[in-house]
C-alpha cells in the first residue's frame, strides 16, 4: 500500500527557533494535510494543500506541496512552547477517501 | 466553529464483550470515517462511509466491526467480541459538505480511548 515517510522523527529546539519537517510518499498524491495532535487529542488540521506547486501559510506555519507531488514540507518559524506536539502528514490513498498518515514528527520545544 | 464530537472519551471493557463508540460528525458534512491509533503509533484507517453505506474498509475492519448511522447526526462503531489488541485511540472523521472541494479534507473528534481489559 502507499507509505507516507515523515522526517525527522523527532526535534528538540528552543523557543525562536525556526522547524523544518517534511514528508515524501511512494505514490503520487493529490492532496496533503498536515495535521498537529496533542497528547490524548485528536489530530487537528493545520493545512491542506489541494496543488502542485502550492505554497500556503496559517499564521506561523508555512506548508509546500512538492512539484513532483510525491512530497511536502511544513515549516513553523518562531516556535513557542505551545508548537509542542506531534506533526503528521496525510493523504489521500489510491481509494476514495482514506487518509493514509505518516508516522509523525515529535517536535518538542524548550523555553 | 463546528467540529467532530465523540463520545465516551474513555471506555473500559471486559475482553469479550461488546463496544459502541459515538459520534456526531459536522452537520451537512457527507463522509464519515473511523480511525484508530494503538499508543505511540501513527493513525490507520478502518472504514469511510458515504449514503448510508461502507464506501472501503481496510482490512483491520473484519467481521468484528460494523458501522451504522442510525438517524441524521450520529455515526457509531461498533466492536464486538472485543480483544486485547483491540485497545486504542479511536477517532472519528467527517468531510465534504462540498463533494467537489472539500472531500478530501477530514476533521477528526477528539477520539474514544478503548481499554480493554
Known amino acids: 500500500g502507499q507509505q507516507l515517510n515523515q522526517s525527522p522523527q523527532s526535534m528538540f529546539i528552543q523557543e525562536g527557533e525556526d522547524v523544518s519537517m517534511n514528508c515524501t510518499s511512494s505514490?503520487?498524491?493529490?492532496?496533503w494535510l498536515w495535521y498537529k495532535q496533542d497528547p490524548g487529542e485528536g489530530p487537528v488540521l493545520l493545512i491542506a494543500?489541494?496543488?502542485?506547486?502550492e505554497l500556503t501559510s496559517n499564521g506561523r506555519l508555512t506548508a509546500q506541496f512538492g512539484i513532483t507531488r510525491k512530497d511536502s514540507f511544513l515549516n513553523i518559524s518562531a516556535s513557542i512552547p505551545s508548537d509542542v506536539g506531534i506533526y503528521f502528514c496525510a493523504g489521500p490513498g489510491t481509494s476514495y477517501g482514506k487518509l493514509t498518515f505518516g508516522q509523525g514528527t515529535i517536535l518538542t520545544v524548550h523555553p | 466553529e463546528p467540529e467532530v464530537t465523540q463520545t465516551p472519551s474513555h471506555q473500559v471493557t471486559q475482553m469479550g464483550q461488546e463496544v459502541i463508540l459515538r459520534c456526531v460528525p459536522i452537520?451537512?458534512?457527507?463522509?464519515f470515517y473511523w480511525y484508530r491509533q494503538i499508543l505511540g503509533q501513527k493513525v490507520e484507517f478502518l472504514v469511510s462511509f458515504y449514503n448510508n453505506e461502507i464506501s472501503e474498509k481496510s482490512e483491520i475492519f473484519d467481521d468484528q466491526f460494523s458501522v451504522e448511522r442510525p438517524d441524521g447526526s450520529n455515526f457509531t462503531l461498533k466492536i464486538r467480541a472485543t480483544k486485547l489488541e483491540d485497545s486504542a485511540m479511536y477517532f472519528c472523521?467527517?468531510?465534504?459538505?462540498?463533494?467537489?472541494?472539500?472531500?478530501?479534507?477530514?476533521?477528526f473528534g477528539p477520539g474514544t480511548r478503548l481499554l480493554v481489559l
Open positions: 452537520s451537512n458534512h457527507l463522509y
Open positions: 494543500l489541494y496543488k502542485a506547486g
Open positions: 505514490s503520487i498524491f493529490n492532496t
Open positions: 472523521a467527517s468531510s465534504g459538505e462540498d463533494l467537489h472541494l472539500y472531500q478530501e479534507t477530514q476533521y
